[in-house]
């Protein structure tokens, strides 16, 4: 079956050329996540033959999603209003610019960067273009350039929890990793772990040299990393340095394995609530100052609770997304 928008109805429509009836098709044809991947390569390689023009992207981003959005159909004809009607027809008209000034933003953003999610429980491993490997822990987000990728730096934005296995270029053009928090990190080619939740930011270095640039108070710091230190911020800006004897218990996620050494039972509720939306009430004196030790291998949350409650006698009891540990 013949596509029903051409690659060369879409260079015409960058280049302004095409009809109503093209746009009303080309719209359609964008509501199809496969179609709008399609049309963000072709609009790579048409701005690729486009080179000796140095374009205004923000401005022929609008142009053409407006051209998409509002552009009429056919010349409308001259009425007789009353005040009343153009009373309502102006907040009518306000608020779809409103929702259209959103729709737009929010459009833009998706054509202009990338974004990887990973649900509750789930697990994800990524390769970019530059070669490097990124494995996503559960409920995290990974967010980088669409196009400028590799052209204008390699910078990468993260939330949540990640493994970066990061190539090393021929120019050795640096990897950034910048998180919220004011916590960036700079490498050329490495493997590290990379926490960054509400709780505090983390990373825990394997192989490699990286710099880390943080702000504690109101100053502005940089350190230096080396293989098996293990640096922390936590929310009031307190920064912490230390060697760790391996780097298994930050990054055995990544096979839906668990290790913990001495772990507050407190913590892995915290744990569980960041990885499977889990909300875990702790009850008992003995359990308040419980730890955990072992493995334990788990691909559910369920896995895991029930493995936990077997190796430290305690009752688990869970409705839906609230689990409580009990005696």
């Known amino acids: 079956m013949e596509q029903p928008v051409s690659k060369q109805t879409v260079f015409e429509h960058f280049e302004g050329r095409t009809s109503p009836l093209q746009r009303h098709l080309l719209e359609e044809w964008l ?13 790579e390689e048409w701005e690729t033959r486009h080179l000796q023009y140095i374009a205004d992207t923000d ?7 407006t051209q998409l959005a509002i552009q009429p159909t056919t010349e409308p004809a001259p009425a007789i209003r009353k005040p009343w009607m153009s009373l309502r027809r102006a907040a009518a008209a306000a608020l ?13 953003d998706y054509v202009l ?6 649900a509750y429980g789930q697990v994800k491993k990524i390769t970019l273009t530059d070669g490097t490997i990124v494995t996503l822990n559960a409920h995290s987000t990974l967010r980088l350039s669409r196009f400028g990728f590799g052209k204008e730096g390699r910078h990468v934005y993260l939330t949540g929890e990640a493994d970066f296995d ?10 950034q990793v910048h998180i919220d928090k004011g916590f960036d990190v700079t490498v050329l080619g490495t493997q590290f772990t990379v926490y960054a939740r509400t709780r505090k930011t983390q990373l825990l270095l394997k192989t490699g040299k990286v710099r880390i640039d943080y702000t504690e108070g109101a100053r502005q710091r940089k350190v230096f990393v080396k293989p098996g230190e293990l640096v922390s911020l936590d929310p009031q800006g307190r920064f912490n340095h230390k060697t760790v004897r391996s780097p298994r218990p930050y990054d055995a996620w990544k096979e839906y394995r668990y290790e913990f050494h001495h772990t507050p039972l407190q913590e892995i509720a915290y744990m569980l609530q960041e990885n499977y939306g889990l909300q875990v009430e702790i009850t008992g004196t003995r ?7 072992g ?24 409705q839906d997304s609230k689990v409580v540990f009990f005696e």
């Open 59 to 65: 401005g022929a981003m609008q142009q053409s999603l």
């Open 287 to 293: 359990l308040a100052g419980e730890t955990v030790n």
């Open 295 to 318: 493995t334990f291998p788990a691909r559910t949350a369920e896995e895991l609770l029930q493995a936990i409650a077997l190796a430290y006698d305690i009752n688990v009891n869970r």
């Open 31 to 43: 509501r199809t996540p496969v179609n709008r991947e399609t049309y963000y390569e072709w609009l």
């Open 113 to 118: 960067y990338k974004t990887f999610e990973t």
């Open 166 to 175: 990061v190539t090393h270029t021929p120019d050795h053009q640096p990897f």
């Open 96 to 108: 779809v610019l409103l929702t259209l000034s959103a729709g737009l933003y929010l459009i833009k």
